[in-house]
T-cell receptor
Framework: GQQLNQSPQSMFIQEGEDVSMNCTSS?????WLWYKQDPGEGPVLLIA?????ELTSNGRLTAQFGITRKDSFLNISASIPSDVGIYFC???????????FGKGTKLTVNP | GEEVAQTPKHLVRGEGQKAKLYCAPI?????VFWYQQVLKNEFKFLIS????????ETGMPKERFSAKCLPNSPCSLEIQATKLEDSAVYFC???????????????FGDGTRLSIL
């Protein structure tokens, strides 16, 4: 089945720093999504990307849908303590609409 | 409602017992998805519904797992004769119809943590 490679696995940064994480796939997706999951909660949608090359921002978050449709990145600028959590990329398969998830990037922000 | 509601939040069962989990999708959403999150945060797709019809069940372990989405009732995921390996957090997600334009993002509930002892 399809797999997503998400990196890095974890990051330790200082408050105020910028963060970048990415996902790559061996196959094409029609939609890329980025979620954040806090302990004991479900994934919360951050950004949805629908077109190859699309660059979308949501506050301090920016994400891009790769031209080849096989990759995506998420940037967080000027990190703050509440950015702590696990970030997941997910690709949506055309037709079935099921999500294939990356294994997550655990972000720790030191105040 | 405005959120995906999953119950119970925690469920403990002895090995071999039955477990039943419930999910109420966001009002107006016609797709429902079930995912299993195991150790190391990995998500595994189980099954999806379009209204009350099974849409994709390629991820379901057919022997012991079953799911339903009946009109005017919460969707359910049932595991018969549970095994230790079924211990996981089970997430439900819902999305609007693709008729609204392209793939629609899925919105998740807070999950049911199932512990098999």
């Amino acid at each position: 089945g399809q797999q997503l490679n998400q990196s890095p696995q974890s990051m330790f940064i200082q408050e105020g720093e910028d963060v970048s994480m990415n996902c790559t796939s061996s196959s094409i997706f029609n939609t890329w999504l980025w979620y954040k999951q806090d302990p004991g909660e479900g994934p919360v949608l951050l950004i949805a990307l629908y077109k190859a090359g699309e660059l979308t921002s949501n506050g301090r978050l920016t994400a891009q849908f790769g031209i080849t449709r096989k990759d995506s990145f998420l940037n967080i600028s000027a990190s703050i303590p509440s950015d702590v959590g696990i970030y997941f990329c997910a690709g949506m398969e055309g037709g079935s609409e099921k999500l294939v998830f990356g294994k997550g990037t655990k972000l720790t922000v030191n105040p | 409602g405005e959120e995906v509601a999953q119950t119970p939040k925690h469920l403990v069962r002895g090995e071999g017992q039955k477990a039943k989990l419930y999910c109420a999708p966001i009002k107006g959403h016609s797709y429902v998805f079930w995912y299993q999150q195991v150790l190391k945060n990995e998500f595994k797709f189980l099954i999806s519904f379009q209204n009350e019809n099974v849409f994709d069940e390629t991820g379901m372990p057919k022997e012991r797992f079953s799911a339903k989405c009946l009109p005017n009732s919460p969707c359910s995921l049932e595991i018969q004769a549970t095994k230790l390996e079924d211990s996981a957090v089970y997430f439900c997600a819902s999305s609007q119809s693709a008729d609204r334009g392209g793939n629609q993002p899925q919105h998740f509930g807070d999950g049911t943590r199932l512990s098999i002892l």
